[in-house]
C-alpha cells in the first residue's frame, strides 16, 4: 500500500512518463510527414515532366507503378530520382530547368519562365500533388492490364523495340508503357 507521502513522487514520474512518450511520438511525426511529402513531390514532378500539368490519373498511377517496381524497398523520392534523374537535376539551365524546383507549397518554381504566368499553372500543380498523394496512399491505381515496367513517350518506340518491351493499355495516356517480355 502506498503511504500519502509517495504520491507526489508517483505523480511526478507519471508526468514524466507522459511528457517522454509525447515527445517520441512528435519527434517521429514530422519526419513521417517530411517523408510523405519528399514522396508526393518527386512523383508529382515527374508526371509533370512526362505529361504536362493535366496529367491524367491513369498516366500518373502506372508511373508510380514502374517507379515502385524499379527500386523495391526504396521511398518513391529515392526511385523517382534514380529513375529521372534530369527531372531533379538543380543544376540544368534548358527550358524545362523549373521542374527541378516544384514546390509543395505552389510557390514560383526558381527558373520559370519568365514569359509564362504561374498563376495560370498553380492550382493545376496543386491538383497533381493531390493525385500524387492519392496515389501513393492506395486511393488511385494503375489501369493497366498488368503492372508496367518501363515508359516512354513515341520517340522510344525504336528502343523499346530493340529492348524487346511489349507494350500495354494503361487507360489514357500520353506516354506508351511496357512490360518485359518474360511477363507477358
Do not use: K
Not at 518501363?150 to 507494350?167: K, N, S, T
Amino acid at each position: 500500500m502506498m503511504d500519502d507521502e509517495d504520491l507526489p513522487l508517483m505523480a511526478w514520474l507519471m508526468c514524466v512518463t507522459f511528457l517522454v512518450l509525447f515527445l517520441l511520438v512528435w519527434a517521429f511525426v514530422p519526419t513521417a510527414h517530411a517523408q510523405r511529402m519528399d514522396d508526393v513531390l518527386a512523383l508529382g514532378a515527374v508526371c509533370v515532366s512526362e505529361a504536362g500539368f493535366d496529367v491524367h490519373s491513369d498516366e500518373c498511377s502506372a508511373i508510380a507503378s514502374v517507379l515502385r517496381s524499379r527500386c523495391r524497398g526504396c521511398t518513391m523520392a529515392t526511385a523517382a530520382r534514380l529513375y529521372s534523374r534530369r527531372v531533379f537535376d538543380n543544376t540544368r539551365r534548358d527550358s524545362r530547368a523549373w521542374l527541378a524546383h516544384l514546390r509543395p507549397d505552389g510557390g514560383v518554381p526558381s527558373h520559370w519562365p519568365s514569359n509564362a504566368s504561374w498563376a495560370q499553372y498553380r492550382s493545376r500543380w496543386l491538383g497533381v500533388l493531390d493525385l500524387a498523394g492519392s496515389i501513393l496512399r492506395g486511393d488511385v491505381v494503375h489501369r493497366c492490364e498488368m503492372p508496367p515496367a518501363h515508359w516512354g513517350g513515341i520517340v522510344d518506340d525504336r528502343r523499346a523495340r530493340r529492348m524487346r518491351l511489349v507494350r500495354i493499355d494503361c487507360g489514357s495516356t500520353r506516354n506508351r508503357f511496357y512490360v518485359l517480355p518474360s511477363t507477358r
